[in-house]
């Protein structure tokens, strides 16, 4: 499978028109601190956990092996990641 999204450097997009069942469950193999650049409508969802709304400036720090997902918005996702 094709991920569902682009990387330009430490930046991550994905589109809005992304097929929502390509945005999958998974876990890293390292720990990620990302931060939310741009997009609308985003959630981020760890397992057994309630989704979280996404903002510009927020920051998540995803611990590696830990299961997560992001949920569809209504633009599109910029995301950078360090680490």
Do not use: A
Request: a negative charge; one cysteine or more; proline letters at 4%.
């Amino acid at each position: 499978m094709d991920n569902p999204y682009t990387d330009k450097s430490n930046i991550r997009t994905f589109s809005k028109d992304v097929d929502e069942m390509d945005l999958i469950w998974h876990r890293d193999d390292e720990d990620r601190n990302i931060e939310v650049l741009e997009g609308k409508g985003w959630q981020f969802q760890r397992d057994n956990e309630l989704p979280l709304s996404l903002t510009k400036g927020d920051c998540i720090f995803i611990p590696r092996h830990q299961v997560h997902r992001v949920i569809k918005g209504t633009t599109d996702l910029k995301i950078k990641i360090n680490g």
